[in-house]
C-alpha cells in the first residue's frame, strides 16, 4: 500500500438505538496520508461507526460504546497511589533512569578498563 492525501476520509457514527447519524471530516495531519477526526458524542449509547474515503470504500470499525459524562469506562489496576506508575509517563520516567544507568555503567566500564594504565602510573610516580 503506498500512503496518499488524495482522498478526503469522512468518520460516520451512527447510534445504534436511534438510528441517528453523525458525519465528521478528516483533516489531514502529520506525514503523508495520515488523518485526524475530532469527534463528540452527542449522548451515551453504543454506536457503529466507519471510515469511508473514497475512492476506497468505507472500512468498518465496529461497535463504540460511549458512556455518560463523569462515567468511568474501564477499572484500571494502577488506581489510585499507582496511578503515577502507569502509562507514558511511567515509560518516560523509566528510560531516563535507564538513560543515566546505561551512562553511570559506561563510566565505570571505562574506569574499569584503564585500572592497569592508573596503577603503574600511580606506581611510578612513587
Excluded: C, Y
Excluded at 470504500?57 to 494502577?78: E, H, I, K, Q, R
Excluded at 574499569?112 to 592508573?118: G, I, K, M, P, T
Amino acid at each position: 500500500m503506498t500512503p496518499t492525501d488524495a482522498v478526503a476520509p469522512i468518520l460516520t457514527a451512527r447510534n445504534a438505538a436511534t438510528g441517528a447519524t453523525l458525519r465528521a471530516e478528516a483533516r489531514k495531519e502529520g506525514p503523508l496520508g495520515h488523518f485526524v477526526v475530532d469527534f463528540t458524542a452527542p449522548a451515551a449509547g453504543e454506536r457503529t461507526w466507519q471510515i469511508e474515503s473514497n475512492p476506497f470504500g468505507p472500512t468498518a470499525l465496529g461497535t463504540l460504546a460511549v458512556a455518560p459524562v463523569g462515567t468511568p469506562t474501564t477499572t484500571s489496576p494502577f488506581a489510585g497511589p499507582l496511578a503515577a506508575l502507569s502509562g507514558v509517563a511511567f515509560l518516560r520516567d523509566g528510560l531516563r533512569w535507564f538513560g543515566l544507568l546505561l551512562l553511570l555503567f559506561a563510566a565505570w566500564l571505562g574506569v574499569w578498563s584503564q585500572r592497569a594504565l592508573l596503577f603503574r602510573g600511580e606506581a611510578a610516580t612513587r
